[in-house]
């Protein structure tokens, strides 16, 4: 006969590394949108420095513009879901710590907090800095720099 603790642990681990799973596809997902939007700010960039044939209105700027701003939009939006997925995915891993409580089983959320803790005191100088700065905030200074880019080749 199966054993239906042993059915809900299975089940909490299969949605805690679901979590995980789509954590890591957010992740990637807003690296790769953000890496296309710079190269083309990039490419539009060099375009700029043509003259346009014809004198045409130059919309080469303002296109750029509208590329920063999406940028952060996909990053603040693939980080709000990323985020989530990391506190369902706690959440599992305190579930399933709650399963074993009372046994002679170490409780797996206090072993991570206690190597989290143990971690951040080890860090010390510029380490301890960084470890601070969350990448959103350099992925949306990135897109920010492409929006000032595109207003000085607007204005």
């Known amino acids: 006969m199966d054993d239906p603790i042993a059915k809900h642990l299975d089940l909490m681990r299969m949605f805690m590394n679901e979590q995980i799973d789509l954590l890591k596809h957010y992740e990637e997902s807003r690296t790769k949108i953000s ?31 509208v590329l920063g701003l999406a940028g952060i939009v996909f990053s603040l939006k693939y980080t709000s879901l990323a985020n989530h997925r990391t506190n369902m995915a706690r959440a ?9 409580q009372g046994q002679d089983f170490a409780d797996i959320d206090a072993v991570y907090r206690k190597f989290a803790k143990e971690n951040r005191a080890r860090l010390t100088g510029i380490s301890k800095l960084i470890s601070r700065i969350q990448v959103r905030w350099c992925w949306i200074a990135l897109h920010a720099s492409v929006i000032l880019i595109g207003l000085n080749i607007t204005f």
């Open 35 to 65: 890496q296309i939007i710079l190269a083309l700010s990039a490419a539009l960039v060099g375009l700029s420095r043509f003259s346009l044939p014809n004198g045409e209105p130059d919309t080469i700027g303002p296109l750029i513009i």
């Open 92 to 100: 599992f891993r305190r579930e399933i710590a709650e399963m074993f």
